[in-house]
């Protein structure tokens, strides 16, 4: 596996709005992928790209990748129409899992983020 596709999806809340359909933004901090062996041992894998497919030139979308930054990226609206917002990380070498063990992605929203909600509906 060299890259993965990470997408925020719409959440429905209570009375009918959808995540992002009234200028809602979402802080998106840190996302910190890793690999666990069967005994609990973690390493955090590295990303050498993470491009959003509407603002390919988006400079601070390298520091929603980066644990040692605390700007992340401050997610924008959902355009009309949209269901979600899409990410596509890029590892710096390709990762090959053995049968023990597994991929995972730590995130972090950075707090009080109004949509904290769409954790629910995260896809990889």
Do not use: Y
């Not at 009918?16 to 979402?26: H, I, K, M, P, V």
């Not at 666990?36 to 601070?60: A, Q, V």
């Amino acid at each position: 596996m060299s890259k993965i596709r990470f997408e925020l999806l719409s959440v429905e809340k209570p009375g009918g709005q959808r995540f992002g359909s009234n200028a809602e933004r979402l802080f998106l901090g840190d996302v910190m992928p890793f690999h666990e062996n069967r005994t609990g041992r973690r390493s955090c894998l590295e990303f050498s790209e993470c491009k959003h497919p509407e603002f390919p030139n988006d400079k601070t979308l390298g520091n929603c990748i980066d644990f040692l930054s605390d700007t992340g990226w401050v997610v924008p609206p959902l355009k009309k129409g949209a269901s979600s917002h899409e990410l596509i990380m890029k590892f710096s070498q390709a990762i090959t899992l053995r049968s023990d063990e597994f991929f995972g992605l730590d995130i972090d929203l950075g707090g009080g983020s109004p949509g904290l909600g769409v954790l629910s509906r995260i896809r990889v």
